[in-house]
């Protein structure tokens, strides 16, 4: 054994905490301030940034890091309701396939194919998993890792939707600040609002089923019918995010169900923290620019987010938005044991 | 006569590229993602061993086996063992693994008609009207022979019977004295040896592309998943079925429909009966 030990690490809610917990006791700026900063920072970062990096390349690593953003957090949705999906890059194809399809066949107008796909596409893909509802655990994450490719590969046998090509000179948005921030706008939308649905009554079910599914069941509460709610809402914003990107691109092909659309907002997911939302777009937008800056790796970028998903599962499972967190709210300190 | 020889040889290719990972997956629960990359691996390092240090190819085969048995054990002590448990979280590990181990051999270039392991016998033998090679016969025997080891491995011996405890129920393992961390190891170690065996047999068949590291590890989950994960039998069956059902597939139809039949099948049985045709273990934990 070794030697005994003699001090032990003891946790703290800072006073301050403690004092602006509930809203009707703040009494200064100061405790104002303390919970106002930790919004204000980022939402005034997303805001100001394109300003700050105009259009041109790093515009574009902006909006990057926002359409996977919002992967992210609707990965984190999903696994709010303890869905664990591999296969993001379903919802984001769904999504560029039904808005680059009705923008390229029916010519319908950008302002039109982005809402339908949003919703057409959540359609589509909740109709799709609903068969696997009652799956748990590994089962769905495996169904969910399976479907994307299953679709790349009928698009590319049947040779539909443009079939290896894929359909080309869609239409693009009217300039690059209408692009930016529509995406800031939907990654703040989602990140506050999940955050506060979540705590609803709403958010309890939803956590109560990731819990113990069996409990809630025996409290009266359809679980299929909240987990099909939030499978919606879930792929609704990315199969967003995956309309925005067809159009910023004004091309759609196969690489939309590829595997890297997975792979990128989970290794976001992982280094920034699930359960929060926070963690998630703090994850993309680390890993994203970092990702741009390593561009010349070429191949080796999707290795690269491997290998950071697998250090930080490994090192700081907790994620990098909990450590920060409770470096704000709380203290530590050494005691005598 | 034709149709039926190359189901035969189609069905045991599966068969034994799911062998090892039913194995780990199936057989002690540990997931292991990294199946595909453990078999390119195992081939491109015999393939080096034998054209870059000059090593004979039976010493380089034995020694790539060793070597990726080696690193899948010490893939779950370094690794897995932190997130035992999680079963989601070891999906993910080892999918990334995967990933890293993939992306670093195709940034490398490990790709192409260079890269072409030789067979054990060269040409090939007439049977009916069609000529098979000695290859695919030696994968049939090979195959056969490796399902037979595995059943009796799993059922008699006391390693295989430990793997099964592991899978079947932890605690009560652990109160019978396994330890379930050196079983599980252990586990996730023969099975990324039996993927560098079954990549030496079919290999050769062709040249190495690093993209058969995801191909490989489609094929032994939907062998897998069909089959019922814990079951010797049921990757026969399951084997068979798919084998044949691709090789019909693609003689009637055009050659890509093969992977479509092959992942609709994954999904059709994950949404119907999740443990498979022939699983039983799990019935309860899966789905709600």
Redesign the interface.
């Known amino acids: 054994m070794a030697e005994a030990i003699k001090y032990r690490k003891e946790r703290i809610d800072r006073g301050i905490k403690a004092r602006s917990d509930t809203i009707y006791m703040l009494s200064s700026y100061r405790e104002l301030l303390y919970l106002l900063l930790p919004r204000i920072l980022p939402i005034s970062f997303l805001l100001l940034v394109p300003l700050w990096v105009g259009g041109g390349y790093w515009g574009k690593v902006i909006f990057y890091s926002c359409t996977f953003a919002l992967l992210a957090l609707s990965w984190d949705l999903l696994a709010s309701v303890g869905l664990i999906s591999l296969g993001q890059a379903l919802f984001f194809g769904v999504g560029s396939y039904v808005a680059g399809g009705f923008n390229y066949y029916l010519k319908w107008p950008i302002f039109l194919t982005i809402p339908v796909a949003t919703l057409g596409g959540a359609l589509i893909c909740t109709l799709l998993l609903i068969p696997v509802l009652r799956l748990r655990g590994v089962y769905f994450s495996m169904v969910t890792l399976i479907l994307p490719l299953l679709f790349d590969h009928l698009i590319e046998t049947l040779e539909i939707l443009g079939g290896t090509h894929g359909l080309l000179s869609l239409s693009p948005f009217p300039n690059h600040w209408l692009a930016d921030y529509i995406a800031i706008g939907a990654v703040i939308l989602c990140l506050f609002g999940f955050r506060r649905l979540l705590h609803e009554d709403y958010g309890f079910v939803l956590r109560g089923i990731r819990e113990d599914d069996r409990v809630v069941m025996a409290g009266g509460i359809n679980i299929y019918w909240y987990k099909a709610q939030t499978i919606f809402l879930s792929a609704a914003v990315g199969c967003f995010a995956g309309a925005l990107m067809t159009h910023y691109y004004q091309f759609v092909g196969r690489s939309a169900f590829a595997l890297d659309n997975t792979i990128l907002p989970l290794a976001g997911v992982v280094l920034g923290g699930s359960g929060n939302f926070a963690g998630s777009v703090l994850g993309t937008f680390i890993l994203v620019p970092l990702s741009e800056a390593l561009r010349a790796l070429g191949g080796l970028r999707m290795a690269l987010y491997s290998l950071i998903l697998i250090t930080a599962l490994a090192i700081l499972p907790e994620g990098l938005f909990h450590y920060f967190e409770r470096k704000y709210h709380q203290f530590e300190r050494l005691v005598s044991v | 006569m034709e149709l039926f020889i190359y189901g035969i040889t189609n069905s045991v290719t599966l068969a034994l590229i799911a062998l090892g990972f039913s194995l780990t997956f199936g057989i002690s629960g540990v997931?292991n993602f990294a199946y595909g990359a453990f078999y390119l691996l195992g081939g491109i390092l015999t393939w080096v061993f034998m054209n870059q240090i000059g090593i004979p190819y039976f010493l380089s085969a034995i020694i790539s086996i060793g070597m990726v048995g080696l690193f899948g054990f010490f893939l779950y002590w370094g690794?897995m063992l932190?997130?035992r448990g999680l079963?989601?979280?070891e999906?993910?590990?080892t999918?990334?693994?995967a990933?890293?181990i993939i992306?670093?051999l195709?940034?490398l270039g490990f790709s192409g008609f260079t890269y072409v392991l030789p067979e054990f016998i060269k040409g090939s033998v007439q049977i009916g009207k069609s000529w098979v090679d000695y290859q695919r016969i030696f994968l049939v025997g090979i195959g056969i022979g490796l399902i037979i080891f595995l059943y009796l491995f799993t059922h008699k011996t006391k390693i295989g019977l430990s793997f099964r405890a592991i899978s079947q129920n932890e605690r009560t393992a652990i109160s019978l004295g396994i330890d379930s961390d050196w079983t599980a190891a252990l586990s996730l170690s023969f099975g990324s040896a039996l993927a560098v065996v079954a990549g030496l047999v079919i290999l050769p068949l062709g040249s190495i592309d690093t993209q058969i590291g995801y191909d490989i590890l489609?094929s032994a989950?939907a062998v897998g998943?069909v089959g019922g994960l814990e079951s010797v039998p049921g990757i026969l069956v399951a084997s068979l079925i798919l084998g044949f059902g691709q090789i019909v597939v693609a003689t009637f139809f055009?050659a890509?429909?093969q992977?479509?039949v092959t992942?609709?099948a994954?999904?059709i049985i994950?949404?119907v009966k999740?443990s498979g045709i022939f699983g039983k273990y799990k019935e309860l934990?899966?789905?709600?």
Do not use: G, H, S
């Open positions: 997931a690794l932190r997130l079963a989601v979280n999906v993910i590990a999918l990334a693994t990933i890293v992306e670093v195709r940034y489609l989950l998943i055009k890509q429909w992977t479509v992942l609709a994954i999904v994950l949404a999740p934990e899966e789905r709600v």
